[in-house]
């Protein structure tokens, strides 16, 4: 069994707006091991973002963390000191943000910013020269499959391609990612040919380098050839968790099975079907499975309170009372 690098358990985290509270997340669970490939899907809005900000504890000032644990190598991450979370950001995990454009300096050189992190996350034990520096940020962009990488480090985001933007944030998240490598939706802003090129090469660096990874996607199609664990996220709950084999040919909770029969497939078939109703509110949402006001199998139980997460076995949880009793 793989040591156990990430244990994120029972988190709920809310947000301060106008209208009143975000109930967002309620009741997150999510474990990594070492080199472990794990990903998460669901539907645009449904909090995979938000838990991996909470996980490297960047969330918006207006956030309340307001319950549960995150274990990073057995120490709370929402509880260390600061010089202990800056430092696990300079030498353990790194993230790669879903939009380049955003994640990129617009008026700094991508060399100006690359070397920065190098500089910052590379050299802790001394100071190192330019040259130094320079060495490393060329090998992290080769290591990015870009070409000319003296070229691009004198470059402005703004005279790179969308792909090649996002090359420039898997270089600077490589810098700093010594285990953990966190990818959200790292191809979303690109075409679907530049798409599969990124996820190929992440995939080899990130096996090549031994890396754990999270990859969070609406594309079901995008994690299934990546990741060896995938958990199905709703409305800010985790609603089964499975290895990805498992999860496709035995999805058991209503929205994987109803999610699942939304991929077009390219045998034909029919037109996909989508999922009637919509999501909750999180400014109102109740106590209650919040898939029940769209599940045709619901019970008064599902709508009173918020199912846990129930053992099947082979490594497959669902949160559905439904399986209770198996």
């Known amino acids: 069994m793989a040591e156990q690098l990430l244990d994120v358990k ?13 109930k967002v997340l309620n009741g997150v669970f999510l474990n990594v091991g ?50 202990d979370l800056m430092r696990l950001r300079r030498t353990s995990m790194s993230m790669i943000f879903q939009d380049p454009t955003a994640a990129l300096n617009p008026v700094f050189k991508v060399g100006e910013q690359l070397e920065d992190i190098v500089r910052y996350s590379e050299f802790i034990s001394h100071t190192p020269t330019k040259q130094e520096v320079r060495t490393k940020a060329v090998d992290l962009l080769k290591s990015a499959a870009l070409p000319e990488p003296e070229r691009i480090l004198d470059s402005y985001p703004f005279q790179l391609s969308g792909g090649m933007r996002q090359r420039v944030c898997i270089a600077m998240s490589l810098a700093s990612a010594k285990d953990l490598l966190i990818a959200d939706e790292p191809g979303t802003s690109l075409d679907v040919t530049i798409e599969d090129q990124i996820m190929r090469e992440l995939k080899q ?20 050839g990546f990741v060896t664990k995938l958990y199905v996220m709703y409305a800010g709950t985790m609603v089964e968790e499975a290895p990805t084999d498992e999860l496709f040919s035995n999805p058991v909770h209503p929205y994987t099975q109803n999610l699942l029969k939304a991929v077009p497939k390219l045998t034909g078939g029919g037109v996909p079907e989508g999922i009637a109703g919509r999501i909750p509110s999180y400014l109102t ?8 006001s769209r599940c045709m199998s619901a019970k008064e139980s599902c709508q009173a309170h918020a199912p846990p997460a129930f053992d099947i076995g082979n490594g497959h949880r669902v949160a559905c009372f439904h399986y209770g009793d198996i």
């Open 10 to 22: 029972d988190l709920h985290v809310y947000f301060k707006v106008y209208e009143g509270l975000l």
């Open 205 to 224: 660096i990130v096996e090549d380098r031994g890396l754990s990874v999270i990859l969070i996607s609406h594309s079901i199609g995008a994690v299934k």
């Open 285 to 292: 949402i109740g106590d209650g499975c919040r898939f029940a």
């Open 34 to 83: 070492a080199k472990e490939k794990v990903g998460i899907i669901g539907e645009s809005g449904c909090g995979k973002t938000t838990t991996m900000k909470a996980i490297m504890r960047i969330l918006a000032a207006n956030a309340i963390v307001a319950g549960g644990t995150i274990a990073y190598r057995g120490s709370d991450v929402l509880q260390v000191g600061m010089q």
